[in-house]
């Protein structure tokens, strides 16, 4: 049960350019998110979808797109990366019962 | 809009001292409140939630809903508690989450 899956867990960009983070979840849950965290800003909430086939925009959107694929796949592009989208991204997934969010391991991306 | 104030960027603290990390929250309503923990280069995972009255690791909450607060405590420190700590809330009939900006627990010898 590998739970929630990110891929890749480095990416160096250079400004400009674009990439997808990849997010998968193998424990049927219902929703699923996209966090960034940075130093001294606590993880702020750049898009959610809240169940299959449906998108929402979170705290930080601009500069994101996001597809949800499926139920078990929630990607987040970067159309034009840059230096302020240096960060470490963060997947998450959760159950309608409330027992909070299962994590991903995270993307570190450096945007130059 | 809600908000989660974690007002201690860092706590620095002895190996059987008494831990209690800070966690405000503003929010008109009644909302589920968590707390999260992230150790060296790990993901984040949930420590405890409050609406599930548990003891995690010998770390308790209690939710004060006249002041406001949920912070975490733990009587003895040990140096494997040190890590970051994110308090989070989630309104009622929502599904995101809304973290506070993190404390560091620093555990010495």
């Known amino acids: 049960n590998a739970g929630v899956t990110q891929t890749p867990k480095f990416q160096v960009l250079k400004t400009g350019q674009s990439m997808t983070l990849q997010c998968a979840q193998d424990?049927?849950?219902?929703?699923m998110y996209w966090y960034r965290q940075d130093p001294g800003m606590g993880l702020r909430l750049i898009y959610y979808s809240a169940s299959e086939g449906t998108t929402d925009k979170g705290e930080v959107p601009n500069g994101y797109n996001v597809s949800r694929l499926n139920k078990r796949e929630f990607s987040l592009r970067l159309e034009s990366a840059a230096p302020s989208q240096t960060s470490v991204y963060f997947c998450a997934s959760s159950s309608r019962d409330n027992y909070g969010y299962t994590f991903g391991s995270g993307t570190r991306l450096t945007v130059v | 809009a809600q908000r989660v104030t974690q007002p201690e960027k860092l706590l620095s603290v002895f190996k059987g001292a008494p831990v209690e990390l800070k966690c405000n929250y503003s929010y008109s309503g009644s909302p589920e409140l968590f707390w999260y923990v992230q150790y060296s280069r790990q993901r984040l995972q949930l420590l405890l939630r409050h609406i599930s009255r548990e003891s995690i690791k010998g770390f308790t909450a209690d939710l004060n809903k006249g002041e406001t607060s949920f912070h975490l405590k733990k009587p003895f420190a040990q140096e494997e508690d040190s890590a970051m700590y994110y308090c989070a809330l989630q309104r009622p009939g929502y599904s995101t989450l809304t973290f506070g900006k993190g404390t560091m627990l620093l555990v010495s010898p």
């Open positions: 424990m049927n849950h219902n929703s």
